[in-house]
């Protein structure tokens, strides 16, 4: 039976939200296209009528992640607008995402996978996707005068990445609420909860 183009256009973008998640979730090694099928409520045989390969589908799936992330991180700076800088960190740097991979940043999740990739356009989504970051950082002002100081924001990107990554290595340990907050902490600055409760 011929699917109509509406229905192929709403397959792909099942095929790529699904993989944008298990992707994330398994790396680009750890889940097949069977299983990413499968998981779209798909058959395998449908996968070639969208995708060249396995490869293409990290790439697009890569770009719907970040798609999907930008678009979280936005939400989050509107919530905070006196204080943007303290907002991204909050919701990047926090148990939500450490314990969401599969909904979360690229970055923490895949950065490995795609260094030791030898396919220069899924390295290019993750430059993007890094490039972006700085730019968005260093246009955040901050409500507290003391915040990240002169920090350059590639340190800041690193800090935050890196913080995620460790946080999901001992997420059962209590080890992995104190780094979360000791990085919050060392580039937001003290929360104003805890600057109340200091004065």
């Known amino acids: 039976m011929r699917v109509s183009r509406v229905k192929a256009l709403e397959n792909r973008e099942q095929i790529l939200e699904t993989a944008a998640r298990l992707l994330r979730k398994h790396g680009f090694e750890g889940i097949g296209v069977a299983d990413i099928m499968k998981a779209a409520g798909l058959t395998h045989g449908g996968f070639y009528r969208n995708f060249a390969s396995k490869d293409d ?13 930008t678009a979280l991180l936005k939400n989050g700076l509107a919530q905070k607008p006196k204080d943007p800088l303290r907002a991204l960190i909050e919701g ?28 220069p356009a899924l390295r290019a989504v993750f430059i993007t996707a890094i490039q972006g970051y700085l730019d968005q950082i260093a246009k955040l002002p901050s409500a507290n005068p003391g915040a990240a100081g002169s920090r350059h924001p590639a340190a800041i990107l690193s800090e935050m990445v890196g913080a995620v990554i460790l946080s ?3 997420a059962d340990d209590p080890l992995a609420e104190s780094l979360i907050a000791a990085v919050v902490a060392d580039i937001a ?3 104003p909860e805890n600057k109340s409760a200091e004065e």
């Open 57 to 69: 589908l990290a790439v697009k799936a890569s770009e719907r992640a970040i798609a999907n992330t």
């Open 168 to 170: 999901r290595v001992i």
């Open 92 to 119: 990047y740097v926090s148990s939500a995402h450490r314990d969401d991979p599969g909904s979360g940043c690229i970055l923490p999740a895949l950065a490995v996978d795609a260094a030791r990739s030898d396919d």
């Open 189 to 191: 600055g003290p929360s």
